[in-house]
């Protein structure tokens, strides 16, 4: 039973809630480096102290949006693969559910690209192993999903994590070109993804054993008799 939450907890989750809000408006228009504290927080409609108080620094506050993006994305897949019947299923499940956060959530995708795409990691030393984080654990969501997929031979045998991180490599690369250019449809990078899973499924060939390759045994040359030998 979850524990209900006081008046100043309250509080302070709307406050953040309406700096997450703010600063993915002002990150989504004007990047990292062009997105200032003073404007977020006149968004929000709070002091630029108070957001110090409560994030500390922009970098601690771009970190933040971060992970609550990523683990929104967590909840939001695992939602919607539940119910699916295998883990093939569950994969094609997941690839709407992604596409489809990303079609209602844009603006924090356009902050994502950003994070990911030009951002100079040297400016935020620690920001990449605290978003990180939470990426390996979505990683791991969908390994899992991967492996039940490969114990029912629905998917090549292959290392799991392998086949996790190209699906989702795919799936990146397809809605960063979208958010991006600006111009195409969503959907069809959507119907791209299933269509790159269910040929990846077409190769697992379950009832075909894979061949081993043998070594040859080498054969010694026949030793030349003796002189003298009978």
């Given amino acids: 039973m979850t524990a209900k939450l006081t008046r100043k907890?309250?509080?302070?989750?709307?406050?953040?809630?309406?700096v997450?809000?703010?600063?993915?408006?002002?990150?989504?228009?004007?990047?990292?480096?062009?997105?200032s504290v003073d404007e977020i927080a006149k968004r929000a409609g709070l002091s630029v102290g108070t957001l110090y108080n409560l994030f500390g620094s922009k970098e601690s506050l771009y970190a933040a949006l971060m992970e609550r993006g990523v683990e929104e994305i967590r909840a939001f897949v695992a939602a919607r693969v539940a119910g699916a019947?295998?883990?093939?299923?569950?994969?094609?499940?997941?690839?709407?559910?992604?596409?489809?956060?990303?079609?209602?959530?844009?603006?924090?995708f356009r902050v994502y690209v950003t994070a990911t795409h030009g951002l100079d990691?040297?400016?935020l030393p620690q920001f990449g192993e605290r978003v990180f984080r939470h990426m390996e654990r979505f990683l791991d969501d969908i390994t899992a999903l991967c492996q039940r997929a490969v114990r029912e031979r629905?998917?090549?045998?292959?290392?799991?994590?392998l086949l996790a991180m190209s699906l989702l490599g795919t799936i990146n690369s397809f809605v960063t070109r979208w958010a991006t250019d600006r111009r195409d449809d969503l959907s069809g990078y959507r119907?791209?993804?299933?269509?790159?899973?269910t040929a990846l499924a077409a190769g697992a060939a379950p009832s075909v054993a894979v061949p081993t390759r043998?070594?040859?045994?080498?054969?010694?040359?026949?030793?030349?008799?003796?002189?003298?030998?009978?």
């Fill in 85 to 108: 019947p295998s883990g093939l299923a569950q994969l094609h499940a997941a690839i709407d559910a992604i596409f489809a956060y990303f079609g209602e959530h844009e603006r924090a």
């Fill in 214 to 230: 043998r070594v040859a045994r080498v054969r010694r040359p026949a030793t030349a008799p003796r002189k003298g030998a009978s």
């Fill in 191 to 197: 119907a791209g993804a299933h269509e790159i899973l």
């Fill in 121 to 123: 990691w040297n400016v």
């Fill in 154 to 161: 629905s998917l090549p045998r292959l290392d799991p994590a």
């Fill in 9 to 18: 907890q309250r509080e302070l989750a709307l406050r953040q809630t309406l």
């Fill in 20 to 35: 997450f809000e703010a600063a993915e408006e002002v990150l989504g228009e004007r990047g990292f480096h062009g997105a």
